[in-house]
T-cell receptor, first 118, second 113 residues
Framework: NAGVMQNPRHLVRRRGQEARLRCSPM?????VYWYRQLPEEGLKFMVY????????ESGMPKERFSAEFPKEGPSILRIQQVVRGDSAAYFC????????????????FGPGTRLLVL | QKEVEQDPGPLSVPEGAIVSLNCTYS??????FMWYRQYSRKGPELLMY????GNKEDGRFTAQVDKSSKYISLFIRDSQPSDSATYLC?????????????FGTGTSLTVIP
């Protein structure tokens, strides 16, 4: 997990508020995945971004959720009008493109943000 | 049918035992097979990966892929208490082009001293 930063580590919100989750990828990494992890359900893909570009958002709910990865600064996952069902651990993973056998070097997960919606 | 199936456990073994963790999958396009280890309250860390089929060994860990049966395994020899964690299998058709990774739900392992 070295190098991928996520903040905050814990976030408590009341229903209807907005949640902003930040992910700073490893230095030199220009690709970011966001995942959601619920107990008993494993990691679920949400969105894949390159800098200034959303590549694949097929795993993200159509409403209330958005993600960005600007040219400068961290990637942000934004959840508007949170509901209790949004409570989960949200992980980002960063990687840089490459070809096997360097795959082992290419993807690192952050420590996650645990969102609790009251 | 789910893309990935993994027995959630929990699995509890004595120190020194051989541990076998397994996953099945349904997508024939998967070419990359990975195992992640996740300690409590931490992010997953890549443990091993295999491209296509066959076996791969790294210290006490051995990963096996049987594409004909769509079945992968992770073996841990001489298990240690520090191996206590949740183990996630993951699959991808082409991770370096940004395709999705598909994860199992994870198997919780406890190694008892």
């Amino acid at each position: 997990n070295a190098g991928v930063m996520q903040n905050p580590r814990h976030l408590v919100r009341r229903r209807g508020q907005e949640a902003r989750l930040r992910c700073s990828p490893m230095k030199g990494h220009s690709h970011v995945y966001w995942y959601r992890q619920l107990p008993e359900e494993g990691l679920k893909f949400m969105v894949y971004l390159q800098k200034e570009n959303i590549i694949d958002e097929s795993g993200m709910p159509k409403e209330r959720f958005s993600a960005e990865f600007p040219k400068e600064g961290p990637s942000i996952l934004r959840i508007q009008q949170v509901v209790r069902g949004d409570s989960a651990a949200y992980f980002c993973a960063s990687f840089t493109s490459g070809r096997a056998p360097v795959l082992q070097e290419t993807q690192y997960f952050g420590p996650g943000t645990r969102l609790l919606v009251l | 049918q789910k893309e990935v199936e993994q027995d959630p456990g929990p699995l509890s073994v004595p120190e020194g035992a051989i541990v076998s963790l397994n996953c099945t999958y349904s997508n024939s396009a998967f070419q990359y097979f990975m195992w992640y280890r996740q300690y409590s309250r931490k992010g997953p860390e890549l443990l091993m990966y295999t491209y296509s089929s066959g076996n791969k060994e790294d210290g006490r860990f051995t990963a096996q892929v049987d594409k004909s049966s769509k079945y992968i395994s992770l073996f841990i020899r001489d298990s240690q208490p520090s191996d206590s964690a949740t183990y996630l299998c993951a699959f991808s058709s082409s991770p370096n082009t940004g395709n999705q990774f598909y994860f199992g739900t994870g198997t919780s392992l406890t190694v008892i001293p």
